[in-house]
């Protein structure tokens, strides 16, 4: 097992060497840079003078050098155009963006769950069918779209809840939370609705396929012959098996929630690192931007080995598998 966890966690630090070049190499044809921080009547010596305080003269496998060595120090320089380290400027914006992704999944897990367990459970009744119609509807629309018309039922049209921003917070530290505040909590609503739509249909779609296979098995019908009760066969048995696969699903789904909140937080303008990105991006913010996508892709690495982790303790096989000598 120690030999799975280190050969992963390799094939990680793998990944992040590779994003990294690649999100260095991408961004140095995104713009340029000094555009954006001079006025237009600078002079081309004073452009020559910016240029050089950023390192942009200095030769690409040397700015490389430094971007990565500062990189693996989580230093990524200042931003050109807020003036401020990019370090703080995430530490800022991160609890926003992981409140935001946190509760979408639950909102995704729970009733993803719960819908998927029904409809295989129910799948000729009624409310099955239109449990079914409304996923394909969720998989369809656009994830702006739905915010749009969220909005402009709940804010505009009921006046229910706020069209934008975050609300009051409470700050512990560095970590600043909308949980505790009632404002706070009125503006997380439809922004986490719309972010976790998506997912909650494929997980809704994912267990009820997963279900309706686990239930023809041989092994529930000798569970029946053996006179366990249908509770116990369902969701002692069944649902067990069922929730291995989506396991994987929802874990990479995480990452996938973070790295996506983009569109949301920029319809509900919410105070994270996906506006940040957005603006970064308007701005040729390059520091933002690299720093960004680098920070996405260590998210999306832990959560992926951290899934590979749990899935050999849930699965007996693959952990078999693995213990087995060469």
Request: hydrophobic share 55%.
């Amino acid at each position: 097992m120690l030999a799975f966890i280190l050969r992963r966690a390799l094939q990680s630090i793998g990944v992040m060497i590779a994003v990294g070049i690649i999100a260095f190499t991408m961004f140095r044809f995104a713009g340029d840079p000094v555009n954006q921080m001079v006025a237009i009547d600078t002079t081309p010596a004073q452009r020559a003078e910016v240029r050089a305080s950023l390192g942009l003269d200095d030769p690409v496998p040397v700015q490389f050098a430094r971007y990565f060595i500062n990189a693996v120090q989580f230093k990524f320089g200042v931003s050109y155009q807020f003036r401020q380290p990019v370090s703080a400027l995430l530490k800022e914006r991160m609890p926003a963006t992981l409140e935001l992704a946190t509760c979408a999944t639950v909102i995704a897990m729970v009733f993803g769950i719960l819908m998927g367990i029904y409809s295989a459970l129910r799948k000729d009744s009624f409310f099955a069918k239109v449990l079914q119609a409304v996923s394909l509807i969720g998989i369809s629309l656009p994830t702006f779209l739905i915010g749009i018309l969220l909005i402009y039922l709940f804010a505009v049209t009921l006046g229910w809840l706020p069209s934008f921003g975050r609300g009051d917070v409470v700050k512990f530290g560095w970590w600043t939370t909308g949980l505790l505040t009632i404002s706070g909590l009125k503006a997380l609503i439809m922004p986490s609705v719309t972010l976790g739509l998506f997912q909650m249909t494929l997980i809704m779609r994912l267990v009820r396929a997963e279900m309706l296979e686990v239930l023809r098995t041989d092994y529930i019908r000798f569970a029946r012959a053996r006179g366990l009760t249908t509770r116990a066969i369902h969701f002692g048995h069944a649902l067990k098996n069922t929730l291995v696969p989506v396991i994987t699903v929802a874990g990479l789904q995480f990452g996938s929630v973070i790295a996506f909140a983009i569109i949301t937080e920029t319809v509900f303008q919410w105070p994270g690192m996906g506006l940040l990105f957005v603006q970064a991006v308007q701005n040729v913010d390059i520091p933002i931007m690299a720093a960004y996508l680098l920070v996405v892709s260590v998210i999306f690495v832990t959560i992926n080995l951290i899934v590979d982790i749990l899935y050999t303790i849930v699965d007996p096989r693959l952990r078999a598998t693995i213990n087995r000598p060469a």
